[in-house]
């Protein structure tokens, strides 16, 4: 696990992980406005996730994500598109996969699932999924998670791919 810093100055120190064949280096960033000061960053594998923390993504998820569309093919308009632990295990848990969390004592408020891939020589990052509770949005937090996962990155290339 990573710390990532918390305070008006966020301070974060990659693992060679989340670098792959990059060397770490500290990357310092200033805060952003609103950013509130008792919010824990962290990161790390996906398989490192413990079953409660993946349970927290998944109520998360699951609660602030958002609604399916009028165009749904089984009829779920307006219902909450829902994601289960056990979606998360099967289908976020390879090598590449990582997720960075925002923690208000201990409780998921923000995650962002990303996978960090090698292609062709470059570094390739892509967010899957990012979701900010409701009660914590307009804070910066999201903001700050993707920063974690792309600021000051030697990446190749980056990107968001969710549907909201």
Same mark, same amino acid.
């Given at each position: 696990?990573?710390?990532?810093?918390?305070?008006?100055?966020?301070?974060?120190?990659?693992?060679?992980?989340?670098?792959?064949? @990059? *060397?770490? *280096?500290?990357?310092?960033?200033?805060?952003?406005?609103?950013?509130?000061?008792?919010?824990?960053?962290?990161?790390?594998?996906?398989?490192?996730?413990?079953?409660?923390?993946?349970?927290?993504?998944?109520? @998360?998820?699951?609660?602030?994500?958002?609604?399916?569309?009028?165009?749904?093919?089984?009829?779920? *308009?307006?219902?909450?598109?829902?994601?289960?632990?056990?979606?998360y295990r099967k289908h976020y848990s390879g090598e590449n996969y990582r997720v960075a969390?925002?923690?208000?004592?201990? *409780?998921?408020?923000?995650?962002?699932?990303?996978?960090?891939e090698i292609i062709d020589g470059s570094i390739v990052?892509?967010?899957?999924?990012?979701?900010?509770?409701?009660?914590?949005?307009?804070?910066?937090?999201?903001?700050?998670?993707?920063?974690?996962?792309?600021?000051?990155?030697?990446?190749?290339?980056?990107?968001?791919?969710?549907?909201?």
């Open positions: 696990m990573v710390d990532m810093g918390f305070g008006p100055l966020g301070i974060r120190i990659p693992d060679e992980g989340q670098c792959m064949s @990059l *060397k770490p *280096k500290l990357i310092i960033y200033l805060g952003l406005p609103g950013m509130m000061s008792g919010i824990r960053y962290v990161s790390r594998r996906t398989s490192e996730l413990t079953d409660d923390e993946l349970e927290q993504c998944s109520r @998360l998820f699951s609660s602030d994500y958002g609604t399916y569309g009028q165009d749904d093919p089984k009829g779920r *308009k307006g219902q909450p598109v829902r994601m289960s632990a056990s979606y969390l925002a923690l208000d004592e201990g *409780k998921v408020v923000a995650q962002a699932f990303y996978i960090r990052t892509w967010v899957l999924q990012l979701v900010v509770s409701r009660d914590y949005r307009k804070m910066g937090i999201g903001s700050r998670l993707l920063h974690s996962i792309w600021g000051f990155s030697d990446d190749y290339a980056w990107g968001l791919a969710t549907a909201n």
